[in-house]
């Protein structure tokens, strides 16, 4: 059963950094570009980061870094200097083969992790 399990969300002051984790199982990460969305209440999924299955990131939200471990089978999003309006539920995603900007385009998806910044 394919699974993607994000962690490491939760309550954090502005300027703090977090680093959010995704758990794949029932596949092999290495052959699909992994991305990070997030989704504010009453807006659409947004775009965050991608790391395709060379190791290379792209970033669509300033102060957000994606990287991955293919060994352990986890993806990973560092944010820094954080701010209420990063307020959002955070979600990992798989794609095959290809990196996207577009959430339609994906093939797995967890259940997402809440982070809240307040000031």
């Known amino acids: 059963q394919v699974q993607l399990v994000e962690s490491g969300g939760g309550l954090v002051q502005a300027g703090a950094s977090l680093r959010l984790s995704c758990s794949a199982s029932g596949f092999s990460i290495q052959t699909y570009a992994m991305g990070w969305f997030r989704q504010a209440p009453g807006e659409e999924r947004e775009f965050v980061a991608v790391i395709d299955v060379y190791g290379v990131d792209t970033s669509g939200v300033g102060r957000f870094t994606i990287s991955r471990d293919n060994a352990k089978n986890e993806v990973y999003l560092q944010g820094n200097s954080l701010k209420p309006e990063d307020t959002a539920v955070y979600y990992c995603?798989?794609?095959?083969?290809?990196?996207?900007?577009?959430?339609?385009?994906?093939?797995?998806w967890g259940q997402g992790t809440q982070v809240t910044v307040v000031s």
């Open positions: 995603a798989a794609k095959r083969l290809r990196p996207s900007f577009s959430p339609w385009e994906y093939d797995y």
